[in-house]
């Protein structure tokens, strides 16, 4: 399997100031997701965590309900790039039948196996949960989250998208496709036994409606990014019940759906004392 990160050689110029050196890149690999040996979808993805980019991509593009229905996996080099192989349980095979056709996605498609425009536009899964989390618990979660994407210190290119749990740890995954990250980061939990309706999603990207769905599919209330949302993607989060929170940054963020869901006291209190 390739490596996750390669090395250029490179030439700077920077204040006027010529050098040499080298770059850490991310490395980019064609994956292909078959199931029952027919091919659904080509990513170009980092070559990590490839079991769990299947199972994710799997949930959250609704081919699967539960990790159960994958009967077997494999990750196989082949020639050209890598091969997640699997096959599914009867059922699940006769209904991914109607809608399977070979595609090809560039890096970041989140939209691949559709066959209509009102697929696309399909209204997200909704997501019910009592979970209510401090303002600090979450900006401690996005830190910890930059401080655990190994991949994106050397090379500064790659998306990161974590799951912070109710008591603060996270789990982190990264990919040159924020789609990709988020949908490794669903794979990993599930694995885990993550219970979804417990955990917030981070991630640092911005959020398009792709990701609201992903997220709705997995069933997490909460979904925090660095970047600004659109407006379709506020508009995805409110009606499936999410809690949409968006530019956090160092000094805080901002809350575009149900902020119900975040304890803002500390805030509030600084704010008023100030």
Not at 111 to 136: E, F, M, T
Not at 146 to 164: F, K, S
Not at 189 to 216: F, H, N, P
Request: glycine letters at 8%.
């Amino acid at each position: 399997m390739d490596e996750p990160i390669e090395r250029a050689k490179i030439v700077s110029w920077r204040r006027g100031v010529r050098g040499v050196g080298d770059r850490a890149l991310p490395a980019e690999t064609a994956v292909a997701l078959t199931y029952d040996r027919v091919t659904f979808a080509v990513m170009m993805a980092s070559p990590v965590a490839l079991e769990e980019f299947a199972i994710g991509f799997s949930i959250s593009e609704g081919l699967i309900g539960e990790i159960s229905e994958i009967t077997t996996l494999d990750v196989v080099t082949v020639e050209g790039g890598i091969e997640c192989r699997m096959t599914l349980a009867p059922a699940r095979r006769d209904a991914l039948a109607a809608r399977r056709r070979r595609m090809a996605g560039p890096v970041g498609c989140g939209l691949c196996g559709i066959d209509s425009l009102a697929q696309a536009v399909r209204p997200a899964a909704k997501v019910s949960s009592a979970l209510r989390i401090s303002a600090q618990t979450l900006a401690d979660g996005m830190a910890a989250m930059a401080r655990g994407q190994a991949l994106n210190h050397e090379t500064r290119a790659v998306h990161g998208a974590a799951l912070l749990r109710p008591d603060g740890g996270v789990l982190v995954r990264e990919d040159v496709g924020r789609h990709n990250a988020l949908d490794k980061v669903i794979g990993a939990a599930c694995a885990a036994g993550e219970d979804a309706a417990a955990c917030a999603v981070l991630l640092t990207s911005r959020v398009s409606i792709e990701l609201i769905q992903k997220t709705a599919r997995f069933g997490a209330p909460i979904l925090a990014a660095i970047s600004v949302p659109t407006a379709r993607a506020v508009r995805e989060a409110r009606a499936a019940g999410i809690t949409l929170i968006a530019v956090a940054r160092d000094d805080g963020f901002e809350i575009f759906t149900h902020p119900e869901r975040v304890d803002l006291a500390e805030i509030t209190s600084r704010k008023t004392s100030g």
